[in-house]
């Protein structure tokens, strides 16, 4: 399987799960969310992991991005083993190497769009640099809202101002989890078209959990997981793709009862 005389790929990881475990609760009502599960994220591409309700993408998700310990097994984020973090290391890991972007905005309501998204840098002690946040908000079409609050932005807008500040420390890589889950179908559209960019023009890393198999589509690899395990992949994932490999993984479900 591994020899192929192709010339090895010159991508390199920025994360990596090793053989990771992650039990919830304990005795009877244990759950194995991630049961032995090895993925590499690489570096400067667009990853997008998939998989039915509870099949422990969130988990995964929260496990890479340093947010939750795992019980087994090794996270590695560039050389970095998190397990060998303190929680306080971790948390200046997350502040300084990742950006978040979630379902629900988050975004600080008292705030304006420009407060909110250097906001990763004022708490680090750091001043933005100017090119870049210009460059920022005007890619992502916010430069005449960036003295707007929250409360007056579109959902759209305000979830762009949400990646704008995930990207602003030019994180090491990027984490979102459901990021169009609050969005229509536009500008939805709009915000993959946007991290597709970051991937293609800034060389950023972007995870994407995703229910969508049209948002997936996005992305150049496609990673799916079926009771906590690594239950297949697609590179370049057409929806068509996406939709057949959902369908082969719900299908042992339907007569499993569980
Ligand atoms: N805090 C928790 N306590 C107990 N069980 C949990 C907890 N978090 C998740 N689980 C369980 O772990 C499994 C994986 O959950 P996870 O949220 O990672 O799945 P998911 O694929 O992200 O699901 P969804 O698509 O529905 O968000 C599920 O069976 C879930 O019920």
């Known amino acids: 399987m591994t020899t192929s005389t192709a010339p090895a790929p010159t991508t390199t990881v920025a994360a990596q799960a090793r053989d990771v475990v992650r039990t919830y609760g304990r005795g009877d009502a244990a759950v194995r969310a991630l049961d032995g599960v090895t993925v590499s994220i690489p570096a400067g591409r667009f990853t997008a992991i998939m998989g039915p309700s509870g099949s422990g993408k969130s988990t995964l998700m929260h496990a890479l991005a340093g947010l939750d310990t795992v019980d087994a097994g090794q996270i590695l984020l560039g050389g970095t083993d998190l397990g060998r973090l303190t929680e306080r290391q971790r948390t200046l890991l997350r502040r300084d190497r990742i950006g978040f972007v979630f379902q629900a905005f988050n975004l600080v309501p008292t705030l304006t769009a420009q407060e909110n998204i250097v906001l990763p840098l004022t708490l680090a002690g750091r001043r933005p640099d100017p090119e870049h946040l210009a460059h920022l908000l005007a890619t992502l079409g916010l430069t005449d809202r960036s003295r707007h609050r929250p409360g007056e932005l579109s959902g759209g807008q305000q979830q762009r101002v949400a990646v704008a500040r995930a990207l602003v420390t030019r994180p090491e890589i990027v984490f979102a989890d459901e ?23 800034l060389g950023q890393t972007i995870v994407m959990v995703t229910h969508d198999p049209h948002a997936a589509a996005y992305a150049d690899r496609a990673v799916f997981l ?33």
Not at 179 to 201: M, Y
Not at 242 to 258: E, K, V
């Open 179 to 201: 990021p169009t889950g609050n969005l229509d179908s536009q500008a939805a559209e709009s915000l993959l078209g946007f991290l597709r960019q970051a991937v293609d023009e």
């Open 226 to 258: 079926a009771d906590g395990r690594i239950d297949g992949e697609l590179d370049a994932p057409s929806v068509p793709a996406i939709l057949s490999h959902l369908a082969r993984l719900a299908a042992p479900a339907a007569t499993g009862g569980n």
